[in-house]
């Protein structure tokens, strides 16, 4: 027997909560594990590669016991996966129109120039828009919340930059910026953090334009206590 279609949409729900009472049990039964538990999160692709293992490290050398299953989707895939019961709470840009979800701003992410150190903008302090014009642009395709928003930000200024590559992936962007193949404007949370043997970052004015990242929820659900414990943490970080 296949379950209906209403049925189906419950389905990830009942799993989730199924593996947290899993995870209940299993810190009932042996009293000396450091509150065991499940962190089920959707996380844009681009904080969960350098910002969240710092984080989650963090997290786990005071819980050692708590798992997680991280979801790295594109923004509306993760809002879909919150909408659903299939995550515990997502890490999204703003932008949601969802009723039934709720969003939480933590942070401003900047878009930058990522270049090679040897590149002519390298020397450069600060960037504006029209000092990109005369090299090969790397982009996301136009299915990118990150594209879609950038572009109308760019609209608004009447500034139009031309595109070389389009790429599927933020991370595809950085491999071809350090195979030398031109420069790329992504958001700064995207970057390598600290200093990179191969790649710079520099901010870019005139106008300078960034994303609201933030925290999404269903609205009026409740967290499981791994879950709020972690994302105390991780505000607490952002914010500092």
């Known amino acids: 027997m296949a379950p209906t279609a209403l049925g189906n949409q419950f389905i990830p729900l009942v799993r989730r909560m199924l593996e947290e009472f899993d995870g209940s049990l299993f810190a009932i039964k042996d009293p000396g594990v450091n509150r065991g538990g499940l962190v089920t999160i959707a996380c844009l692709p681009t904080a969960a590669f350098y910002f969240l293992p710092t984080v989650i490290r963090q997290f786990n050398e005071e819980y050692p016991n708590i798992r997680f299953r991280i979801l790295d989707l594109p923004a509306t895939d993760g809002l879909q996966a919150v909408a659903r019961g299939e995550v515990e709470f997502g890490i999204n840009i703003m932008g949601n129109s969802d009723p039934d979800l709720t969003f939480d701003r933590i942070v401003e992410d900047p878009f930058v120039l990522a270049a090679r150190?040897?590149?002519?903008?390298?020397?450069?302090?600060?960037?504006?828009?029209?000092?990109?014009?005369?090299?090969?642009?790397?982009?996301?395709?136009?299915?990118?919340?990150?594209?879609?928003?950038?572009?109308?930000?760019?609209?608004?200024?009447?500034?139009?930059?031309?595109?070389?590559?389009?790429?599927?992936?933020?991370?595809?962007?950085?491999?071809?910026?350090?195979?030398?193949?031109?420069?790329?404007?992504?958001?700064?949370?995207?970057?390598?953090?600290?200093?990179?043997?191969?790649?710079?970052?520099?901010?870019?004015?005139?106008?300078?334009?960034?994303?609201?990242?933030?925290?999404?929820?269903?609205?009026?659900?409740?967290?499981?206590?791994?879950?709020?414990?972690?994302?105390?943490?991780?505000?607490?970080?952002?914010?500092?």
């Open 117 to 240: 150190k040897e590149h002519p903008l390298a020397s450069m302090e600060r960037v504006g828009w029209g000092d990109l014009e005369p090299y090969h642009l790397i982009t996301v395709h136009r299915s990118s919340g990150n594209r879609t928003l950038l572009d109308a930000a760019l609209a608004r200024s009447n500034i139009k930059l031309r595109w070389f590559y389009e790429v599927t992936h933020l991370s595809t962007s950085l491999g071809l910026v350090e195979a030398g193949l031109g420069i790329s404007v992504l958001p700064r949370m995207a970057t390598p953090q600290g200093d990179h043997p191969f790649l710079i970052t520099r901010p870019i004015g005139q106008p300078e334009i960034s994303r609201t990242i933030g925290v999404v929820r269903r609205r009026g659900g409740a967290l499981s206590p791994a879950a709020e414990r972690f994302l105390n943490m991780l505000m607490g970080t952002w914010a500092a």
